[in-house]
């Protein structure tokens, strides 16, 4: 089955500096790749994802970045702010079935006033 | 539109009881899911549903069963609780095709 793999664990940056989490995937087949941000004691949300044949997207300060060959893929936060501070969870499709996602072990990202 | 509504919110269980977690989705969407999440470990998917009438197992399907009820209900069963049990339970949906989850609040259940 997949195996995602998620780094680091825990993340702390200045307010305004740059945050990026990476994670790495086994299944070479896995065509979708979505990022949950998890608020404590809150519900995981969606806040970004990215298909196989897109390298890049961005929606104003959050970006996704993959590498099909490399097997990763990363979220990059500009300019961060306190209210970013929460768990980050990536996940990758099970093959190419639209049917599971396999999640990563989470990065707490705390940001620094 | 209350979106993933998920039932209990809290419960504590003795070993040996038994208990339902009850979901339902107001989205009209096709697929259903059950995750578990423990510290340090993410999201691992226990059953899912990917339209009605239809169940499989996910990645930690053992000493759990689930009932898909009709399309907007998804039910959760542990039939005899045990400590290792004991995690936050997440329920989710997502349109047909689609993997963009939504989530419900969750049910943090403790077995003693």
């Known amino acids: 089955g997949e195996n995602v793999e998620q780094h680091p664990s825990t993340l702390s940056v200045q307010e305004g500096d740059s945050a990026v989490i990476k994670c790495t995937y086994s299944d070479s087949a896995s065509n979708y790749f979505p990022w949950y941000k998890q608020e404590l004691g809150k519900r995981p949300q969606l806040i970004i994802d990215?298909?196989?044949?897109?390298g890049e997207k961005k929606d104003q300060r959050i970006a996704v970045t993959l590498n099909k060959t490399a097997k990763h893929f990363s979220l990059h936060i500009t300019e961060t702010q306190p209210e970013d501070s929460a768990v980050y969870f990536c996940?990758?499709?099970?093959?190419?079935?639209?049917?599971?996602?396999?999640f990563g072990s989470g990065t707490q990202l705390t940001v620094l006033p | 539109n209350a979106g993933v509504t998920q039932t209990p919110k809290f419960q504590v269980l003795k070993t040996g009881q038994s208990m339902t977690l009850q979901c339902a989705q107001d989205?009209?969407?096709?697929?259903m899911y059950w995750y578990r999440q423990d510290p340090g470990m993410g999201l691992r998917l226990i059953y899912y549903s990917a339209s009605e009438g239809t169940t499989d197992k996910g990645e930690v399907p053992n000493g759990y069963n689930v009932s898909r009820l009709n399309k907007r209900e998804f039910s959760l069963r542990l039939e005899s609780a045990a400590p290792s049990q004991t995690s936050v339970y997440f329920c989710a949906s997502s349109e047909v095709g689609g993997l963009r989850l939504f989530f419900g609040s969750g049910t943090q259940l403790s077995v003693l």
């Open positions: 996940a990758a499709s099970l093959g190419n079935s639209a049917r599971q996602l396999t």
């Open positions: 989205m009209n969407h096709n697929s």
């Open positions: 990215i298909r196989s044949n897109v």
